[in-house]
Structure formats: structure tokens, C-alpha cells
């Protein structure tokens, strides 16, 4: 039986000016604004009411920028951890895990937290809409999105750097109104993004727009309310792996919108944000006290990015210095940039998996690290909250109970096409 749901009001804010306008369908910016700002949100609903776990994802529609509700979704989550807690000393260690772990109630066919964001990217989507979705991902958002949008007939082009499509499994075959082109070997996610702004120059196609889409970073978000609703207060520290920062940003959005809600203390968590050394952009940048993202030589970027085992957090042009991005949101609620070696990481996911007993994406993995030294340095005190977001899991179980297939590529297209080599391989896929 298909449950409705009944959208909750809202109008967008621009959080660089404070103006408020109402959403055209699918705005990413205001029109009004001369310096570049996210927008967020300003929902009518001030206190949230939490569906049923039937609902998936959309329990958390109070706070979703959508129109319907798609099929499929599962919720984040929370749950207090003995296992690692009593291995850190911690006495407030709470665990979202996003991912696949039916014994928890997380069902997550792609097992990473992606899907909670094209869930709410998908259902804010207007029904009439036919234009082509683009997404460009390092391999999570894209396999989220081919699911998600392959189960809810959605139209969707996909650019992903061919070195990461090992990441584009499926436990079912992926529908035809989904496309996927690569940018050839050699090649990471900025190319892939940059294919994909090509590809939204052509009439018919419309950016997914990333952090800009409220509806991606508010799917996201439902981590924290998760975790929050679960707990009954907000915690006093929040732990997560970033590529872009986009889930950060997310989770201080939703931050503010429970202080406002009044029921759950009126604190900000501490952004405990990591990556994967080499590969240090927004760490880097953290630690000079720099808005501006620090310069990065393209070549040895992607000599780092092939080093580190967590490729999903390869992101070279996060939404950072952006009004209302990563570094007003460290800014404000306080915090740090942390960075785990492979080695590090793939330690404490073996850690992860002794004491709570499955398994954890190597992004994942790069946060529990972060926590292990946050301890070992007294950063964090046994009895502090603690929000540790693992943003995928399972998987290593979900393939070995099910029979997995891949998606190949449509087309293989050298780093930097010419705009009309794209136009006419495009036209003819979605013709």
C-alpha cells in the first residue's frame, strides 16, 4: 500500500542575506544575491513530528523539502553502542548508521547514507517534471541516486570518474531511464563534475546542484534527527568522515532547526570533521584559518586521491568558503578537521567490526578513527554525547547474501570533451 504524506510548507532563505523567497520548483540559489550563499529551508512546521518506521526516510517529512514520498526509502539508525563505548571508556557513545543492518532496522540497499538524499532530492521533484536529472559522484551518490531513480521511474544521467564504477553495484538491474557516462581512467571527481556542468548546458538536462539543493543536504540531515529524537537531547559532539562537508553543513541546519524546536537543549554540536591523509583540501585549509580553499595542484590531487582507500572523499572543490558552507558551519558551532591515514582507518574499522559487529565503509572507518585519537587525546571526556554518523555499512554482508550485478558505462569520454562530442552523445542516450 503507497503512504502519503502531506507536504509541510516552506520558503527559502538565503543564508548570506537573510531574504526570503519562495521555491520556483527547483532553485539552488537566490536570484538576488551578488556573492555566492547557500539557501536553506525555513520550514512552517516548528516542531517535529516523527512518522512510523514504515515511512522510510519521509518520518522525518516535517522537515523534508519534498512533494511526495518515493518508495524504497529506510530511515537512519541511532542506536547507543556498548561495544565500542566500553572499548573508548565512553559512557555516551551513540551510533547512526545508515546501511544495511536488518537486525536494526537499516535496510539500506546501497548501504551508504546517499540514499537519504536522493530520496529527497527524488521527492522534491515535481510529478510533471521531464527534464533529465544530472548527478556527478565519486561512486556512494551515484549508486544511491541509479537505485533510487531506476525504482521511481526518474530520468537520470550519471557522470562518474571509470575508476570508480567498481562502486555502481546493484542487487537488482539498473532501468534504462538511467544513464551512466565516465570520464576515462587517470581521471577523478572534479572531471567528473565538470562533465557533468557540460552536460547540464544542454536544454532538457537540469543540474541535481549538490550542496545548493536543499532537499540533498535536508535528506542528509535526517542523520541528526535521528540521532537527536533517539537520544532526547543534542549531542555534544558530531563525528563524520566529509568530501564535500555537505553532510556537516547538514547536520548544523538540522542542529538549529531542534534548537528551535525547543524539546531537545539549545547547544551546538562540535563538528569533529575528518579525512583521508594524503588528501587534505578542507583540512588544510581549516588549519590556516582560510575561507578560501588553499591552492591545489590538479596533478598532485589526483596522485593523492589514488593513495587514499576512502575515494568517496575526494572531493577538490567542496562547498567550503561558500556563505553558509563548511566553514561558517565549523565557524559557529566549533570544532575541528581531523585526518586518518588508510592505515588508521582500516584498524579502526576492524575495531568497529569486533566490538558492534558489522562491517563499515571505508569512509566510515576514517571517522571511527578520528574518534579512537579524539579519545586517546582527551579531546572528548567519557562522559560527553557523542554523535558518531557511520555514513555506510554492511555491504561486505549485503553482497554475500545477494546476487550482485554492475552497471556499465554508456559512454567513456576523455577528461576535458569538447561541448559538442558531449551534446551528441548525450542526445542520441536519451533520445
Known amino acids: 500500500m503507497t503512504k502519503s504524506i502531506e507536504p509541510t510548507p516552506y520558503v527559502l532563505e538565503c543564508v548570506n542575506s537573510g531574504m526570503q523567497f519562495n521555491d520556483k520548483g527547483w532553485s539552488l ?126 530520468p537520470l544521467l550519471l557522470c562518474v570518474p571509470e575508476d570508480n564504477i567498481g562502486a555502481l553495484w546493484f542487487d537488482a538491474p539498473i532501468k534504462d531511464n538511467v544513464k551512466l557516462v565516465v570520464t576515462k581512467s587517470g581521471s577523478d571527481y572534479f572531471d567528473a563534475i565538470h562533465l557533468s556542468n557540460l552536460a547540464c548546458q544542454i536544454n532538457g538536462f537540469i543540474a541535481e546542484g549538490g550542496a545548493k539543493n536543499v532537499a540533498r543536504r535536508d535528506g542528509m540531515g535526517t542523520t541528526t534527527l535521528s540521532a537527536v529524537t533517539e537520544i532526547g537531547r543534542i549531542p555534544d559532539y558530531y563525528f563524520q568522515a566529509i568530501g564535500s562537508g555537505t553532510g556537516a553543513i547538514a547536520a548544523w541546519e538540522a542542529n538549529l532547526r531542534l534548537i528551535q524546536d525547543g524539546r531537545f537543549g539549545n547547544n551546538l554540536m562540535k563538528l569533529m570533521v575528518s579525512q583521508n ?25 589526483r596522485k593523492q586521491v589514488e593513495e587514499i582507500d576512502a575515494k568517496v572523499l575526494s572531493n577538490r572543490k567542496p562547498p567550503y568558503s561558500v556563505y553558509g558552507g563548511l566553514y561558517d558551519a565549523m565557524k559557529h558551532a566549533g570544532g575541528d578537521v581531523l585526518s586518518a591515514t588508510n592505515e588508521e582507518s582500516i584498524e579502526a574499522g576492524n575495531i568497529f567490526k569486533e566490538t558492534e559487529g558489522n562491517d563499515i565503509h571505508p569512509a566510515a572507518a576514517v571517522a571511527t578513527a578520528t574518534l579512537i585519537q579524539a579519545v586517546k587525546q582527551g579531546t572528548v571526556k567519557k562522559d560527553d554525547c557523542i554523535m558518531l554518523n557511520i555514513t555506510g555499512g554492511g555491504e561486505k554482508r549485503f553482497k554475500s547474501e545477494k546476487e550482485i550485478v554492475y552497471l556499465q558505462p554508456h559512454h567513456v569520454f576523455n577528461i576535458d570533451p569538447p561541448m559538442h562530442v558531449v551534446q551528441n552523445v548525450l542526445t542520441e542516450l536519451f533520445k
Open 277 to 301: 591523509a594524503p588528501f587534505l583540501p578542507i583540512h588544510d585549509a581549516w588549519k590556516a584559518n582560510s575561507r578560501p580553499m588553499l591552492p591545489l595542484d590538479d596533478d598532485v590531487a
Open 29 to 154: 540559489d537566490s536570484e538576488f544575491e551578488k556573492e555566492p550563499s547557500l539557501i536553506r529551508a525555513i520550514y512552517a512546521k516548528k516542531q517535529i513530528e516523527i512518522k512510523d518506521a514504515s515511512y522510510g526516510v519521509f518520518r522525518f517529512a516535517d522537515w523534508l523539502p519534498v512533494h511526495k514520498m518515493l518508495q524504497g526509502s529506510s530511515a537512519p539508525v541511532t542506536y547507543k553502542s556498548e561495544g565500542l563505548a566500553k572499548h573508548l571508556g565512553l559512557n555516551n557513545l551513540y551510533i547512526t548508521f545508515s546501511g544495511y543492518w536488518p537486525e536494526k532496522g537499516a535496510n539500506f540497499r546501497t548501504c551508504s547514507f546517499k540514499e537519504t538524499e536522493a530520496y529527497a532530492v527524488g521527492g522534491r521533484l515535481k510529478s510533471d517534471n521531464k527534464s533529465i536529472l544530472v548527478v556527478a559522484s565519486a561512486g556512494n551518490t551515484a549508486r544511491a541516486f541509479a537505485r533510487v531513480c531506476s525504482d521511481n521511474n526518474i
